[in-house]
């Protein structure tokens, strides 16, 4: 009888004869080329971006919304105050404060002036007194005796000459009437005239040489104290641009009108 060797084991052997073995079976696993293995990686991750771009990246619930809005609800804070009291001790004397005497003066009543280009003017008093340019320590002739500054200038001047500069604002000095706004006064050239009531007095302010057209008001429209009336000029009979400013009382009797200025400004 004839025995086969048992699979995977060595065959008996006899002196006389040599070994016999039987071979083992080798599993044979495919092989791929490149091609073949980038093919499978490129289907792999396409597979995977479909899946990735088909599934929501973030599913948010009602319920994860109100637990959200639960967590991060912001806190009132309550915050109380506890009110201020103060003790007064039982020897505090309570002082009265002595009331202040106090005299009650009805307002003057105002000073009725008759212009002839403009009627019956009522002036009432007036508070601020104010130069009529700024920089008024710019002055080139005084009030009173002088030399002739040109051949039909006067000797004895009637004003004060302010150089402020051509273009200057000129102001009423104070609240009033005017009584003469005209762009041919003479010597004057173009001039106004306000009337004041300061102190229960008729005071007149003359502003000449200003510029033509620079006239901002009219006979018998009332002005206040700093009111623009006009600009620095050189018309009429003038030597340069500069302010001639005039001052009267009732009487029409002219007087320093910088010494004036400067006891009543302020």
């Given at each position: ?45 396409t ?29 009132e ?40 280009s ?63 706004a ?11 005239e306000?009337?004041h009531?300061i ?12 510029q ?7 006979e018998?429209?009332r002005v ?6 006009g ?36």
């Open positions: 009888m004839t025995s086969f060797p048992q699979r995977g084991r060595r065959a008996a052997t006899t002196p006389d004869s040599t070994p016999t073995t039987t071979p083992r079976r080798r599993r044979v696993l495919p092989r791929f080329s490149a091609r073949q293995t980038f093919s499978v990686i490129a289907m792999a991750f597979g995977g971006m479909i899946v990735a771009t088909s599934v929501p990246a973030l599913a948010i619930t009602a319920t994860d919304v109100e637990q959200r809005a639960s967590v991060y609800a912001p806190v804070d309550t915050v109380s105050f506890t009110p201020q009291t103060v003790e007064v001790g039982s020897d505090a004397v309570e002082s009265t404060l002595a009331s202040e005497a106090y005299d009650v003066h009805e307002a003057p009543p105002p000073i009725v002036s008759q212009v002839a403009v009627g019956a003017v009522s002036l009432v008093e007036t508070g601020a007194v104010v130069w009529p340019v700024q920089n008024p320590d710019r002055r080139s002739s005084g009030f009173g005796p002088r030399e002739a500054p040109c051949g039909g200038c006067s000797t004895n001047h009637d004003g004060v000459d302010f150089n402020p500069g051509d273009g200057t604002p000129v102001v009423s000095i104070a609240d009033g009437v005017v009584v003469l005209t762009e041919n006064g003479g010597g004057l050239g173009v001039n106004v306000v009337q009531n102190g229960g007095q008729v005071v007149t302010s003359s502003y000449g040489h200003m033509f057209g620079s006239l901002t008001v009219s018998g429209q206040t104290a700093g009111q623009q009336i600009l620095v000029g050189t018309t009429g009979q003038s030597t340069g641009p500069h302010l001639h400013l005039e001052m009267f009382g009732s009487d029409g009797v002219r007087f320093d009108g910088f010494a004036w200025l400067a006891a009543h400004v302020g």
